[in-house]
């Protein structure tokens, strides 16, 4: 196989549950680009919750691309050109915020350097993590490097195209309402699981898959030049879109189902024992 381009989903694979990126993955991906090979950083975290992680791979110095919103907006790290845009309206929008307002769900949007939610106290959930209730608002500000800010009404405040609308609940809330949620724009939006407790919008037609489309091909890299990794929903079209599809220990199912072989977790480099094999 003839690799020319290397892409990586961030959470689940390329960072380990502590949300750190090993040195064995570092190198081996650092050594990747210094031969030659384009990395790319396919996420549905904001632009801004990503770049330091590129940073840290180097991606600055070798034409690196990141991927963000799950496929919205595509990033040259080096020359901080925007590739590709494809937010949702204004009107999509403002209907989709207007209408989980029906639901126990924790709506997030982020513009420019703020996010906005109802309100910043609520955003506690049951998920497990700790013995206590988990602040999902201020993990998403943090890990996006965010400012946040309260409006009571998020339909009326949206007046400019979002890239992603972010829906976070109770993992088990979100499973039986996620189609209630999505139904009356299933013609004129994208909705998916990014993690249990997330479900997202985006415009039709979005995801990492078309955002790869949309920029590899105008640099000569084609999908059978191709290899990605992933362990979520929303990666599933990152992987059948690649050459070689890689599937983590630590995927979903469904993922492990369809991709051309699997490697080992996050949390024991397989990332790198897959390069190491391949490269």
């Known amino acids: 196989m003839d690799i020319k381009a290397i892409v990586l989903d961030i959470d689940g694979t390329l960072l380990n549950d502590e949300k750190q990126l090993t040195a064995k993955t570092k190198e081996a991906l650092i050594n990747a680009q210094e031969s030659g090979i384009k990395v790319i950083l396919a996420s549905g975290r904001p632009t801004s919750g990503i770049v330091h992680y590129a940073e840290e791979l180097k991606m600055n110095q070798h034409n690196g691309l990141i991927v963000s919103y799950n496929g919205a907006h595509v990033l040259d790290v080096c020359t901080k050109k925007e590739l590709f845009s494809q937010p949702l309206s204004v009107e999509n929008s403002k209907k989709i915020l207007?209408?989980?307002?029906?639901?126990?769900?924790?709506?997030?949007?982020?513009?420019?350097?703020?996010?906005?939610v109802n309100n910043v106290f609520e955003g506690m959930l049951d998920l497990n993590i700790s013995d206590e209730p988990f602040n999902i608002i201020e993990y998403e500000a943090r890990g996006g490097n965010f400012h946040l800010c309260e409006k009571a009404d998020l339909a009326s405040f949206v007046n400019v195209p979002l890239h992603k609308i972010l829906v976070a609940a109770q993992p088990e809330y979100l499973q039986?309402?996620?189609?209630?949620l999505l139904a009356p724009f299933k013609?004129?939006?994208?909705?998916?699981?990014?993690?249990?407790?997330y479900f997202e919008f985006t415009d039709q037609g979005i995801d990492k898959a078309n955002a790869l489309e949309q920029t590899l091909k105008p640099l000569g890299i084609h999908k059978e030049h191709i290899v990605s990794f992933g362990d979520g929903h929303n990666d599933l079209s990152l992987i059948t879109y690649a050459g070689m599809g890689i599937a983590?220990?630590?995927?979903?199912?469904e993922l492990k189902s369809i991709a051309d072989?699997?490697?080992?977790?996050?949390?024991?480099?397989?990332?790198?024992?897959?390069?190491?094999?391949l490269l």
């Open 261 to 277: 072989r699997t490697t080992s977790s996050n949390n024991d480099d397989g990332i790198a024992k897959a390069l190491a094999e």
């Open 187 to 197: 013609e004129t939006v994208s909705g998916m699981f990014s993690a249990p407790m």
């Open 98 to 116: 207007a209408h989980l307002k029906q639901f126990d769900v924790i709506p997030m949007v982020a513009i420019d350097e703020y996010m906005y």
């Open 248 to 253: 983590m220990g630590n995927a979903v199912d």
């Open 176 to 180: 039986s309402h996620w189609e209630k």
